[in-house]
C-alpha cells in the first residue's frame, strides 16, 4: 500500500511538473503585429546582483535558419540596464516547440537596450518583477 501511494504521488508530481515547465507570458510585440517575446517569469533567478531569465521569441516569418521561435537565456544587469545573452536556441516550431538547435554567442559582451525597443520593455519587466 505505501509503494502504491509513493509511485501515485510520484507520477503525479512529475505530470504537474511537465505541464507547468514553462508559463510563457506575453511581454511585448514587434511594431505592425510582428514577432512575439514571453518571459517566463517564474523561472527568474536573482543571483550576485543579477537577474537570469529565459525568453522566448515567436517569429512571423523564419530566421535565415528556418527557425520559427527563439529561447534566449539572458543575464540582466537592472542596475546599468544591460545584458547578455548566455545561450541561445533555435526551433523550426513555434513556441520553442519540437527539438531545438542550440547556436554559439557571438559576443559575450554587455549590450544596452535601445530607448523604445522590444529589450527595452522586455528588461524593464524582469527588473521590476
Known amino acids: 500500500m505505501k509503494n502504491l501511494f509513493f509511485i501515485l504521488t510520484l507520477l503525479f508530481s512529475l505530470i504537474i511538473t511537465s505541464v507547468s515547465y514553462a508559463e510563457w507570458t506575453l511581454t511585448a510585440e514587434g511594431k505592425g503585429g510582428g ?8 523561472r527568474i533567478r536573482k543571483v550576485d546582483g ?24 539572458r543575464q540582466v ?13 533555435g526551433f523550426k516550431a513555434s513556441m520553442g516547440a519540437g ?22 520593455i522586455v528588461l524593464n519587466e524582469v527588473c521590476s518583477y
Not at 512575439?36 to 517564474?42: A, H, K, L
Not at 544587469?77 to 536556441?89: A, G, I, N, Y
Open 35 to 42: 514577432d512575439s517575446y514571453y518571459v517566463d517569469f517564474e
Open 50 to 73: 543579477y537577474h537570469y531569465f529565459w525568453m522566448l521569441v515567436d517569429l512571423v516569418k523564419p530566421d535565415k535558419d528556418g527557425d520559427l521561435s527563439i529561447k534566449n537565456y
Open 77 to 89: 544587469d537592472c542596475k546599468l540596464f544591460r545584458f547578455k545573452d548566455l545561450q541561445f536556441e
Open 99 to 120: 527539438s531545438g538547435k542550440s547556436y554559439g554567442i557571438k559576443t559575450k559582451e554587455w549590450s544596452y537596450p535601445t530607448p523604445g525597443s522590444v529589450n527595452e
